[in-house]
């Protein structure tokens, strides 16, 4: 049996394809999905920085598997959640 070869990743977080925004609990969201990854073994989220850094085991996942999953989480959010801003008035 071999030792794990551990690599780290930087990829940028999914955002919402149709204001092009990045919404910080998609992010956390993109951020946890990565965590079921077979392989992956840390996930540092920055939605600050729109970026999350992915320690992985590359015999059990590759950065394309990792690219894979955040997209399709960016598809999911896309298709699932809709971002919406309502104007409220009376309140003041």
């Not at 992915?54 to 894979?68: H, N, P």
């Amino acid at each position: 049996m071999s030792d794990a070869v551990r690599e780290t990743a930087v990829f940028e977080l999914p955002k919402e394809r149709s204001t092009s925004l990045r919404c910080a609990a998609c992010a956390d969201r993109a951020c946890e999905s990565l965590c079921r990854v077979p392989g992956v073994v840390r996930v540092e989220c920055d939605s600050a920085h729109s970026q999350v850094r992915v320690e992985f085991d590359s015999q059990k996942a590759t950065a394309a598997d990792i690219e894979r999953r955040l997209s399709h989480s960016e598809l999911e959010f896309e298709q699932a959640i809709t971002h919406k801003a309502w104007r409220i008035s009376g309140l003041d």
